[in-house]
């Protein structure tokens, strides 16, 4: 395929736009080619517009036809093979193993939202049968389901080209929920962007699906965000990016005159804590597990172990030491972007400014001849001047993690109760552990979307008890999570038929369950017609 | 139970406000006693501080001790007796009748939620079991559940003084989901406010949970209602009211330094639509239902039929005849407030004075030597006489509603089209209409919360297929319903433990399934340990 480098709209392309952006490969710093077109303030109208007609034409459209339309898409997607992945490594330095791995998610997920689809019982169909005699008034047939929200606009993140991208989990899911799309695509991969963008236009042309289903725009204008975000059409929006970036669009989209929701996944130091029983059992592993769960991807991930609590021992002590000597021997890595570079170094550099943070280690931070490359850091600091500065606890994007030594358990829970909002937290310990610090795992429940043991939060599984969400401002709404099957609720809502003839109701909602779908008859789960 | 006037602070009161408040009887315009201290900014964060502690607190408490409470409080409301109908009668000026009714139905409310909560199921527990030898990674066993959100702010509604005020819908469904409530009592009905929420007090102490999982303030200043909302630690919001308080609501928690949700209710006009079938078969049993919807309760319902639609016909001609001369027949009645009925006059006049409106008829908007007395009014329009004043959309708070006779089919679904969000849209047909007008019933789906065939919107159920909710401006969050089971999921949010040992999981996710509750395991729904 050739890259044309203009805008999706539905089944057409259009490059109105004046202004153009380029790729570049962070690895080495060459622009790559073609130029692509920012979208004006007519082509978003246009996408939209079209995206409105689509989510009412596409109503017609059966559940398998959707679950087909997500199994099209990564058929094609999977089709487009060597030139995807050399495409995403040349836009993010991404290592070619790591690319086909995500390449494998992204499909992998599309089909588990189709197979969600296809299924059905998703749509929480409730049944509450009527009783014509009952006294003083009858009661009537009441049936509810859910329904796709409406057109979706999606932000495509920087560290995930795929499977957080054009046709990652927020698209996914949105279409899996009956909504259109319009992707926002990221101008760090606007090459991977269109090479999968024009996988779902295929899709959607040969599902027979309306043109507006999908349409992709470029731009790195905030003010086209804003745009996208604000038109009328525009029914919620999905995004993974910056606190600023995400804020700015919640903002935007909360002062509506018809606000709409925003899934804004903004990033997250993940604190992680060493309970003792721990550290005499197994020092020497979680070392080494937590240096590289920090240095992974150059640091590169929202579930990121940034923050590390412990108790003041002699242990403690060794496993600063272990901690040091490994994030010494880390090699450099490129970063995706040089703006991620250059915001990386200030935050490493605003940590060790700050009173009685100390860096540690580090690996050596340029290595001679490369562009955006940066190294691990690994910065210590106790309990006083961590809540003595509390935008310690702000996320610092890149392969850093600050250790806070604390005097007691219990200011150790005070530091953790003073935590806003997290992705993750993880606890290391014993069972006993455990028991003895029940009052910290409280604590951590209100804090966080999900509780890890013994184990590390990079590596977020794609399966439906999986919850990627958590307090603000790791998300703009703790209910929602962005990965795993239900994040199809974010884009869904409740319809309520109330005495409507058979013939009237959609299929979930029909006395036969045709499709066979686990529903609440008079509040009792049942699979049967 | 002698009324005391104060703020409840968990187990105690506070006056410390220098400002008072009074009730008014609006049927004879009489002051009725105690004096109740409105609320400072200081007992606002006594208030919520106590909840937050509560909110930790409680967390030990299992699912049963939660159901308790709620039968506990539903006892206790029930025992005050005459002296809440009493009150609730010289607060509002409702019927006897209608008061017991709400009082049974405030009662179920909590029993229902109390039912639910004991069942278990809600919490959507999910469990992925680990597959230790996968490749190229092990998969991690991940467990989630919904756990309660936080503090809530519950705001009382005038027009339900029981039903959805301090121990209505949204007291009890987040007392459900695990969140200590503090309500917001509506200034026309303090002393029905201070009655139930000391009901909830003693209930609160007798099942010994903390004291701060319950608290009740007075105020009629917005400034008091914004300080609650922005509180730190207010983790959601309940709301029935205005629009333009509600939207002052969720402006405020929106633009919070940690944003959160608002679950506001605002009115509807909840549109009907009149089709041939229908009027040809019953047009007289619709004309009188209507009337009927129209009139109940002097219109102060959120579901009065505000708008109604039908295509010019000579049935439409006779439809209109009919229900003129039903409305001249509609004695008035006492609306709740001065301001209600202020209000409707205002919203009458400006109807009346809109081009191409005709007031057609009513009954005498006064009855001599009343007070606060209001009748039914019947108006008509044409399409273009609509469109050309969209704010004729608004909701009139009153016993009113406007025909739009319409010039086709296509004219009528055009006008769908262009109506903003409702909580119900009601379509009278025959089964053979419904099928000539299906992209009329797509058009509705994208509207409203819930559809009524051959019905009337007025009278909402409290069941599991409920949805009291709809697109903005209906309300602030189309995924949630005020009313029914449902309704606690607008205020729990999943956590997800990984890897956690059997010992450290809660109940609901342990491998033997203690609680019995349907779970699904590795994508199943299961009910097995």
Redesign the interface.
């Known amino acids: 395929m050739e890259l044309h480098g203009q805008n999706i709209l539905g089944a057409s392309r259009s490059g109105l736009g004046k202004t153009v952006l380029r790729a570049v490969n962070p690895a080495t710093g060459e622009k790559l080619e073609p130029r692509f077109h920012e979208a004006t303030p007519d082509e978003i109208d246009e996408a939209l517009t079209l995206a409105a007609e689509a989510?009412?034409s596409n109503?017609r459209l059966s559940a398998e036809k959707r679950a087909q339309l997500l199994d099209v898409i990564a058929g094609h997607i999977e089709a487009i093979g060597d030139q995807l992945v050399g495409r995403v490594c040349a836009e993010t330095a991404l290592p070619e193993g790591r690319v086909k791995?995500e390449r494998q998610r992204t499909i992998s997920q599309l089909r588990m939202f189709a197979e969600l689809v296809r299924e059905g019982?998703w749509v929480d169909a409730?049944?509450?049968r009527a009783l014509p005699g009952r006294q003083?008034?009858a009661?009537?047939d009441?049936?509810?389901m859910l329904?796709g929200?409406?057109p979706v606009a999606v932000f495509g993140a920087s560290n995930f080209p795929l499977a957080f991208s054009v046709a990652g989990g927020d698209t996914a899911s949105a279409l899996a929920a009956g909504c259109p799309v319009v992707v926002k695509a990221h101008p760090a991969h606007p090459g991977t962007s269109e090479l999968v963008g024009m996988a779902i236009q295929q899709a959607v042309a040969q599902c027979a699906f309306h043109p507006g289903t999908f349409s992709l725009l470029h731009s790195q204008d905030p003010e086209i965000s804003i745009a996208l975000v604000t038109h009328p059409a525009t029914c919620a929006v999905g995004f993974t990016g910056s606190y600023r970036a995400g804020r700015a669009i919640?903002?935007a989209a909360?002062?509506r005159s018809?606000?709409i929701?925003v899934y804004a996944e903004m990033g997250s130091v993940n604190p992680v804590f060493l309970l003792p029983g721990a550290l005499s059992e197994r020092l020497v592993q979680i070392s080494e597990g937590l240096v590289q769960s920090v240095s992974l991807g150059v640091g590169q991930f929202c579930t990121n172990p940034g923050l590390v609590f412990g108790v003041r021992s002699s242990l403690l002590d060794r496993f600063i030491d272990e901690t040091k000597h490994r994030v010494e021997q880390v090699p450099c890595g490129t970063m995706l972007t040089p703006g991620i570079k250059a915001a990386y170094q200030k935050g490493l550099a605003r940590l060790q400014a700050a009173e009685r943070v100390k860096l540690t280690a580090s690996s050596p931070l340029d290595r001679p001849g490369g562009v955006n490359q940066a190294g691990s850091a690994f910065l210590l600091t106790d309990d006083n001047g961590f809540l003595a500065n509390p935008w310690l606890a702000e996320e610092v994007f890149g392969p850093c993690s600050l250790l806070v030594a604390c005097a007691s358990d219990k200011r150790m829970e005070e530091i953790a109760s003073s935590l806003?909002?997290n992705l993750t937290a993880t606890i290391h310990g014993t069972?006993q552990d455990?028991?003895n610090h029940r009052d910290l795992?409280?604590?951590l429940?209100?804090k966080?979307?999900?509780?890890?043991?013994?184990?590390f939060p990079t590596?977020v599984?794609v399966?439906?008890?999986?919850?990627h969400?958590g307090?603000?401002?790791a998300t703009?709404?703790?209910?929602f999570?962005s990965v795993g099957?239900?994040a199809i609720?974010r884009f869904?809502?409740?319809?309520?038929?109330?005495?409507?003839?058979q013939?009237?109701l959609p299929e979930e909602l029909q006395d036969h369950n045709p499709r066979r779908i686990?529903r609440?008859i008079?509040?009792q789960?049942r699979r049967e017609g």
């Open positions: 989510f009412r109503r791995g019982s409730r049944i509450d003083p008034v009661k009537p009441l049936r509810r329904t929200l409406g919640f903002d909360s002062s018809k606000p929701p806003e909002g069972e455990l028991s795992i409280h604590v429940e209100e966080v979307g999900r509780l890890i043991f013994n184990g590596g599984e399966c439906p008890a999986m919850h969400g307090p603000f401002p703009t709404d703790p209910k999570t099957t239900a609720y869904a809502r409740p319809v309520c038929y109330q005495n409507f003839p013939s009237a686990w609440q008079d509040g789960l």
